[in-house]
């Protein structure tokens, strides 16, 4: 018996970032995977569900354009 694959998941989700220079906190938003959405949550508290679906992760998307590793935008992972 073959197991179904669900789709993945895409949320768009706002948190607050603090910006590198002067210290001031910007909010950013992005539609994201799951995975990119657990990376978030873990550094930022603030993150939070925008209540909208999306159809694809833009971290993922700008990863593969880019062709780095890492989460984009994110400071310390690849950037």
């Known amino acids: 018996m073959k197991q179904r694959s669900t789709p ?4 768009r ?6 910006q590198e220079a002067g210290g001031t ?3 950013k938003e ?9 990376e978030i949550a873990l550094r930022f508290p603030s993150a939070r569900a925008c209540g909208h679906r999306a159809e694809s992760c833009d971290f993922c998307e700008e990863r593969s354009k880019k062709g ?3 989460t984009p935008g994110i400071r310390g992972s690849g950037d």
Not at 13 to 18: D, Q, S
Not at 30 to 38: E, M, T
């Open 30 to 38: 992005a539609s994201l995977c799951k995975f990119h959405r657990q």
């Open 13 to 18: 989700i706002r948190w607050e970032a603090e």
């Open 68 to 70: 780095r590793s890492g």
């Open 25 to 27: 906190t910007v909010v």
């Open 8 to 11: 993945p998941a895409y949320l």
